[in-house]
């Protein structure tokens, strides 16, 4: 198994929509096994294709109390939806930064499993948040895309200081 690396806003490349997989073989097995890792060791709740730079339609996320309970979504469209729910988001991907995100409260998904099975489920709660948040980024777009203007310039702003705080040596290091 191996820990992937992690994308980070500005990158262009989470601006990629990802292809739908078409074969389901001992490859995507492993990229699956993969970003389920991936996702566990950054303490996130979900992680798509797109944030490790594989441009395809895959998704794992972990919503359950212990983080025992991986789910893969592969192919995934979301097929009704009903209500609307804001909740405050945040993304591996932009880190450090949280925002409110309305969305569908409850959603319809099909998709498909790591073996090519098709399946259907009806999610809600933070379940349905972090899988339309997940597609999200298999379009090429992220939570704060849909921030105001001024809002997402302020983000930037924020991302852009932490950025050069961490690239900062600590005070007192001599290197
Ligand atoms: O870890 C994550 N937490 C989270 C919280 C609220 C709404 C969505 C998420 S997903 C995020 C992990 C991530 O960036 N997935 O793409
Ligand atoms: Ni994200």
Redesign the pocket.
């Known amino acids: 198994m191996a820990k992937l690396e992690i994308l980070e806003t500005p990158d262009a490349r989470l601006k990629t929509v990802a292809k739908p997989v078409e074969i389901f073989d001992d490859e995507l097995s492993r990229l699956v096994e993969d970003m389920i890792e991936t996702m566990y060791e950054a303490?996130?709740?979900?992680?798509?294709a797109t944030?490790v730079n594989v441009h395809k339609r895959l998704l794992v996320l972990d919503v359950s109390d212990n983080q025992d309970t991986p789910r893969v979504y592969i192919n995934p469209e979301i097929i009704g939806s009903e209500g609307s729910e804001t909740?405050?988001?945040?993304?591996?991907?932009v880190p450090g930064i949280y925002a409110e995100v309305s969305r569908a409260e409850k959603v319809r998904v099909a998709a498909r499993d790591r073996d090519g099975n098709p399946f259907e489920e009806d999610l809600d709660g933070?379940h349905a948040?972090?899988l339309q948040?997940?597609i999200d980024?298999l379009n090429g777009k992220l939570?704060i895309d849909y921030l105001s203007p001024l809002k997402r310039r302020m983000v930037i702003k924020k991302l852009e200081k932490q950025r050069k705080i961490a690239g900062e040596k600590p005070a007192g290091t001599v290197f």
């Open positions: 303490q996130g709740i979900g992680l798509a944030q909740c405050e988001e945040g993304c591996l991907s933070m948040v972090c948040h997940e980024h939570f």
